[in-house]
Structures are given as C-alpha cells and as structure tokens.
C-alpha cells in the first residue's frame, strides 16, 4: 500500500548550510516581511532547509521525496550526495531516495529566488518569495507502482469528453505504472488493462460550473497494492468571435477576477484554510472564473475551483520580459503545469505568457517560445484552449496574437493613462477589425487606499470612490460586450509588490477588491457582488469610511442585487428606487445623520457627518490635489512651455524634451517594471504623449515641489 506523510515539521534554516539552526515549520518563506514592506530590497538569494528523517518515515520499498513548491530553483541532497535540481517556483517535483539511505540520513535542501537569465520569472509586479512554502511529503510505494517522477505526474490521467446531445461522456483514462497490469473503476465500472481504459458513462452528470459542479472519481489499482484516484468532472467548454464562453452548450459569460498566492504577513508560505477563506471571499463575490496568475497555483486550490465550479484560467510565469535562454524553462513549467493538472475540471485553458512584450521586442526568438509552447499545450492536451494576456501597448495587429487560440489583453485606461472610455474604444475597433477572433480582459483595476475618500474622485488619487466609478465605468462596458469571452479583475486582493511605494502603502499593490490581508472589502466589491451574487440578498452603503464630509449635499451610493432599495435618513424614509446593482440618492448634510438602506430582508447603516474644513487624512497625495488651483491662467506664460502643456508637445521641442525625458528617467527607476515597460513601447509612448505634464505628474504621485520647479524651468523656455 501507498504511504504518504507531512514532513513538514522539524526543519532547520538558515542562509548557510552549515548555519541552518532556526526552527522553522513548513510551508516557509524568508520573505514573509521584507518581501511586503516595500524597498524592492527584500532578500533574493540561497537558503538552506535541513532535516533528519527517522527510520520510521523512511520504511517501505520504494521511498520518493515530495516537494510542492520550492521557488524558484531547489536542490536536494541526502547524506552530502545531491539527487537533483528542479528549476521553476510552482510546481511539484519528486525524487527517489530509495538506494541511497543509510542509517542515519540527512536531508538538505537549498532553495534560491536570486537572479537568473533562465529560470521565469525574472521581472514582474509582484515579490518573488523565496522558500519551501508549500507541503513537503515523503511518498512510500511498493516495487510496482505508480510513475512519480515524470513532470510531477499524478500517474492517472482522465479524460472525459461530453455528448451534449446523447448526454453521454466517453471517459479515456490513462495510467503510468512499472507493473503488468492495472484494474481501474470508473463510476462503479471496473476494467483490468495494461495501461489504459475507456469508460462510457450514460445520462451523465455534468460539472456544470456555479450551478452544480458533480465530480466523478477514477480509481487505478496494481497487484502490488499500489492505488492511485483522481477526480475528474464531465463539461464541454467552447468559445465563439460574437457570443462568447459557451459551458455545456449555454452561453456562459466568464465573469470574475484574479487571484495571487499571497497574504499579509505570511507571504506565499498558505495553509489550506487560508486557501479555503479565499475561496469563500470568490464565492460572496459571484465570480464564476478566476485567473490562477501568474503561475502554477496550489493543488488544493484548484481543488477548491473543481468543488465550487468556478473556471480557471491557469498559467506558467512567461511574464514581462522575454529571456533567450530561458526558453527550456517556459517549457518546463508548461509541461508541469499540464501534467499536474490535467485532471481539474475547472481548467478551460492554458496561458502562454504575460504582458511578455512589455519589456521585450516582438522578435523571432520570442515568436518561436511562444509557437512552441502552443504547440507544447496542444500535443499534451487537445482538449483546451491555449490563450495569451497582452499588455496594453501591444499593437493589435502585432503577429504575437495569432499564436494562441484566444487573445485577452490587459488594459489599464482610466489608471495609468488614458480615459476609461478608451477600453471601450479598443474593444470596439479590436473586433471591428478582428470580428472572427476571440478576445478577453484579462487585467483591469485601479488602485484604492481604504484611508483614503473625495467626493470628486479622480485618476489616481487612490480613493475607494475612484476605484468604485472605475469599475462602475467598467462593468457596464463589459455588460455591453458579450463577446468578451472572458473578463478578469486585477485583483480580486491586495498583493505583495516589494518594488511599489505608493497610494500611502509600502511594498503593495492595492488594485484589490479587498485589502491584502482580507480584513475589509473595498466598495467596489460589493459593487461585482450586486452583479454577480444571486444567492445573498444585500445592500451596500458605499463610502462607510468617508465620514467627514466638507460638503452641504452628499452623494448616498447603494449597491444591491434586489431591485429595490429604501433609503432612510435618521429614521426617516426619503427616498425608494426601482433599478439594477447600483442606486444614487443625493441629501443635504447638516450635521451627524444616521444612513440607513434597506430592501427586500436586508440592510445597511453609517453615520456620516457635515464638516467645515476638507479632513485632511482622507486625501493621498494632497500636493497633487490642491495643485489643480494652483497656477490662475494670468501666472503662466502661454508663449512659454508649462505642465499644463502635453508630453507630446514639450517633447517636441529639444530643450524642453531633454528635461521631461530625464525627469521620467528618474521616475521610471524609482517606480521598476511598469516604468521599464513605459520606456520601451512605441504605443504606450504615443498614449502618454496625449497627457498633459500636470495629469502625468499626479498619476506618478510626484510632490508639490517638483511639480511647481518643473513648470518654473519650462516656463523657462519658448515655445
Ligand atoms: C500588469 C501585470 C500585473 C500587474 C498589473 C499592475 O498588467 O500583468 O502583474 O500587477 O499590471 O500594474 O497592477
């Protein structure tokens, strides 16, 4: 029989083998604070994890040491003698200690995330924490068993496929084993075959994603005793140019959001409670689609999306910026992903890369990475769709967009440039112009600070009213076009960015519907959750936290998924609306009023109060907000250059030029990857060119100082 065990317990730590003393419990990371406190310093380099294994857990004939997730390159030594080297942060990998065990036996394990010119990722927004930090599990077997090496292969591979019409689904399943033969069951029925079975099962039971996602299990079993089951569910995915995502049959508009691995004050080192209180956040929502980004995610998370129903978008971190030696490591982790999970019914496609263009030119060599990784996904899996997601400067017409079966880009208009209608625009000319081809959102959002509120929002000022009207803006465009097949918040939380110092928060990106460390859901969720959630009766009162309110009237927003919504002020009924997700009332403020809104078996309450002076701690980056008033028409010289003038129009000018340029320079250093990607793309260029200096200026958070110098040296110089 199989006997699998935690060995997460009794380890050593250290950044020296020879050092490794401090007590340490796996999952692990060593960044689990420096890798979420800002500084783009966190450590980046080797460790060490030692541990003795007793004679107990090292019983049994066959003995292979489980390792779910070492980021990002480990290598595995017993007694002093390295057994090998696995190169890629997300997935699980094996190795066989049996034949090299002595009577005492040590195992040392070192694990690097420094930089590498071949292992992904390498330059992406997000921390790349360092660590054993998920399971570690020895796995005994008898002689014959079941394949445990190959690619992290769970040894039993299923494969149903549907018959809509005759509601049947023909199952193939697949095992690898070093026996003579194998007895596998499948929904009651036993085969005995040399390696696989087909199975038909009638009136079949469909994984029907939010509604009902029925699981079957395949079971294979060897003489030797050795057993092996995965579960698998019966579905049929389909995407079309004009309509959209398809699930057995119906039109299924995949609505939901992203998700990382990581929490505050843990890193990516989760337990499954934490992946399990996740889940129940994605489920409140009502997303029905979660992008699993940008990596090989838990096994026991996409467990949870099989349990739950929610379709996945699954993904290898070939992110940012394309690496010419690190071609074998895309394939490797692409290999792995598929070949760990195959088997999940929640899986609709394979993801090729990430904004890959945004640091890197679209050249031959990562033309070729990309064909042969589709290629890769097709052989291994003829069952799903490989995609891509685009970052928002990548040329429509680029020939990266041919490669992947599905296209899905990432758009941030309305935050880091541009205006929100301009996501509308694209999508409009993108299928005017592509009408055949099928396209996706992959990434949207804006970043929001709960501390921080304004009764008149706006571009970067990291209020949750401006995430809420961004998002407000964005699911009506996206209601309009059915053709998105999919649609994906960036993100469903807060995450871990060590490179980012912004919007009053260190080391975080706070695109998040709720806050990293899941204590408080921002307005704008409750604003997907009246789109989405069918099940949960609520109202919302938005703006809880904007209690001081330097204003005579003030807007009361509801979000709710009733039709109905009741609006009381201290007691008194005002106001009842008839509507859809999001219901506006407008009411003076005289002093402390109680709010309360109610509809069919539900409410909400807050008090908020009139003030006579603007509460300071509600605004960001309060030179950016007083600066709109800050230079009357008559104390600037039109003849001359000012902020108020476009990017494009200073740079047209030499001296003028020079001086953004190297003032960007020094932004785009201090602010990473996003910068890089600004510097090097033509398109992205040409957007910003259209910003006025002052709109750039306060979208890069700059301070009142260097904004007025700046306009005192351009006004400096002649147009
Ligand atoms: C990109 C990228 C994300 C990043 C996001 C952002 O689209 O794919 O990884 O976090 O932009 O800037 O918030």
């Not at 679209?362 to 490989?386: A, F, G, K």
């Not at 803006?473 to 912004?502: C, Q, S």
């Not at 949960?536 to 998924?561: A, M, Q, W």
């Not at 992205?684 to 301070?703: E, I, N, P, V």
Request: charged residues 25%; hydrophobic residues 35%; aromatic residues 10%.
């Amino acid at each position: 029989m199989r006997k699998i065990i935690d060995l997460n317990d009794n380890w050593l730590f250290g950044k020296k083998l020879e050092g490794a003393a401090e007590a340490v419990t796996l999952p692990h990371t060593w960044n689990s604070l420096d890798g979420q406190d800002g500084g783009n310093d966190y450590y980046r380099g080797t460790c060490w994890y030692r541990r003795e294994l007793s004679t107990e857990e090292t019983a049994g004939e066959r003995l292979f040491l489980e390792i779910n997730g070492a980021a990002h390159t480990c290598e595995v030594f017993l007694n002093g003698e390295k057994l090998c080297c696995h190169e890629g942060g997300y997935s699980a990998f094996r190795v066989e200690l049996t034949g090299k065990l002595k009577e005492k036996n040590m195992l040392e394990v070192s694990v690097s995330n420094e930089d590498s010119d071949r292992v992904y990722p390498q330059k992406a927004d997000f921390t790349f924490y360092g660590g054993l930090y998920r399971d570690v599990k020895l796995i005994s077997v008898p002689d014959k068993h079941f394949e445990l090496l190959k690619d992290g292969t769970t040894g039993i591979k299923a494969t149903p496929v549907v018959d809509l019409e005759k509601k049947t689904a023909t199952v193939t399943v697949e095992t690898w084993h070093n026996g003579e033969s194998v007895d596998i069951t499948v929904n009651g029925e036993t085969k005995t075959v040399e390696r696989t079975a087909e199975f038909v099962i009638e009136n079949v039971h469909l994984w029907d994603g939010l509604d009902d996602p029925y699981l079957y299990t395949a079971t294979a079993r060897l003489d030797s005793g050795d057993e092996v089951s995965t579960r698998f569910g019966c579905r049929a995915f389909a995407c079309d140019p004009e309509k959209g995502f398809f699930l057995n049959g119906r039109s299924y508009p995949l609505r939901g959001v992203s998700r990382h691995q990581d929490l505050k004050g843990k890193g990516n080192a989760l337990s499954y409670e934490d992946h399990a209180a996740d889940m129940a956040i994605i489920r409140e929502l009502g997303a029905n689609t979660l992008r699993l980004a940008h990596y090989q995610h838990a096994q026991e998370f996409y467990d949870l999306c099989d349990e739950n129903g929610i379709v996945v978008w699954a993904e290898i971190p070939y992110i940012t910026m394309h690496m010419p030696n690190g071609r074998e490591n895309t394939l490797s982790q692409m290999r792995e992903l598929i070949t760990q999970c195959y088997n999940h019914p929640c899986i609709a496609v394979w993801g090729l890369s990430n904004e890959i263009t945004a640091a890197s030119a679209v050249n031959e060599d990562l033309l070729e990475n990309h064909r042969l990784l589709n290629e890769l996904c097709h052989r291994m899996d003829p069952t799903r769709l490989t995609t891509m997601a685009d970052v928002f400067m990548l040329e429509i017409e680029s020939p990266i967009l041919e490669i992947p079966d599905i296209n899905s880009y990432n758009l941030y208009f309305g935050w880091y440039l541009g205006e929100l209608e301009q996501t509308d625009e694209f999508f409009d000319e993108y299928h005017a112009k592509y009408p055949d081809r099928v396209i996706g959102f992959s990434e949207y959002g804006a970043d929001a600070n709960p501390a921080f509120h304004s009764s008149c929002p706006e571009k970067g000022d990291y209020t949750e009213e401006y995430q809420a009207l961004y998002h407000e803006h964005m699911l009506k465009m996206i209601e309009a076009r059915p053709y998105l097949w999919a649609t994906h918040v960036w993100n469903l939380f807060d995450f871990a960015a060590d490179g980012r110092d912004e919007g009053g928060k260190h080391g975080e990106n706070q695109k998040g519907l709720v806050t990293f460390d899941r204590a408080l859901r921002k307005d704008a969720f409750y604003l997907y959750k009246a789109a989405w959630n069918k099940t949960e009766p609520f109202v919302h009162l938005c703006g809880k936290r904007y209690i001081n309110r330097c204003e005579d009237r003030t807007e009361i927003k509801v979000y709710s998924n009733q039709p109905e919504v009741k609006l009381y002020v201290d007691g008194m009924l005002i106001g009842t609306q008839s509507g859809k997700t999001v219901f506006r009332f407008e009411l003076p403020l005289l002093g402390e009023h109680l709010i309360r809104a109610e509809a069919e078996g539900c409410g909400d309450s807050m008090v908020i109060r009139h003030v006579s002076e603007p509460d300071e701690s509600y605004i960001f980056n309060k030179a950016a907000a007083s600066v709109t008033n800050w230079f009357d028409a008559d104390e600037i010289n039109p003849e001359c250059f000012s902020i108020n003038d476009t990017l494009g129009e200073i740079r047209s000018h030499p001296q003028a030029g020079a001086i953004v340029n190297q003032m960007m320079a020094k932004g785009a250093s201090e602010r990473g990857d996003v910068a890089d990607a600004v510097k090097d793309n033509p398109a992205l260029q040409r957007m910003m060119g259209r910003m006025t200096m002052l709109s750039l200026l306060k979208q890069g958070g700059a301070d009142e100082e260097s904004i007025r110098q700046l306009n005192r040296i351009l006004q400096g110089i002649k147009k």
